[in-house]
């Protein structure tokens, strides 16, 4: 399945240490992400990750294009709705792609892991029907 891994600067280290956690599941998918959340997962959760753009340079439109043609089947966005910077990636466009295309979409660490282990139950196999 397809992973997309976004994260606010002051989400970063907690994304990080979310993917060490369950390395052991992400390891058997494909990841993709905006550039820097992608490499600091990259670097320190010892992970293959196709990296976009940096979010604020276009990152987040590529994500959104491959959402729209269905191509995600799961995105992780740790957001910071209480210090979320101007140039930080807007998380509305990504929401509202993922509503209209049915994919499952976690803003925060718990609804993250539990995503992650209903990925890894198979609880999201119904995502390969769909396409």
């Keep these: ?5 976004i994260a606010h600067d002051n989400k970063k280290k907690l994304m ?10 992400l390891c058997k998918h494909n990841l993709f992400a905006t550039g820097t959340t992608g490499r600091l997962v990259e670097e320190t959760a010892n ?7 940096a979010g604020h340079l276009g990152g987040e439109q590529q994500l959104g294009s491959q959402v729209a043609n269905n191509d995600i089947d799961l995105v992780i966005f740790l957001r910071d709705p ?3 910077k101007t140039y930080e990636p807007d998380i509305n466009s990504i929401l509202r792609l993922c ?3 049915n994919i499952p979409v976690a803003t925060n660490l ?5 995503l992650l282990l209903a990925l890894d139950r ?7 029907v769909v396409k």
């Design 82 to 84: 209480v210090t979320a």
């Design 99 to 101: 509503d209209v295309h």
């Design 122 to 128: 198979g609880d999201l196999d119904w995502r390969n």
């Design 16 to 25: 990080e240490n979310l993917c060490i956690a369950y390395r052991h599941i």
């Design 47 to 53: 992970l293959v990750v196709h990296k976009y753009l």
């Design 110 to 114: 718990a609804t993250a892991e539990l």
């Design 1 to 5: 399945m397809n992973v997309a891994l």
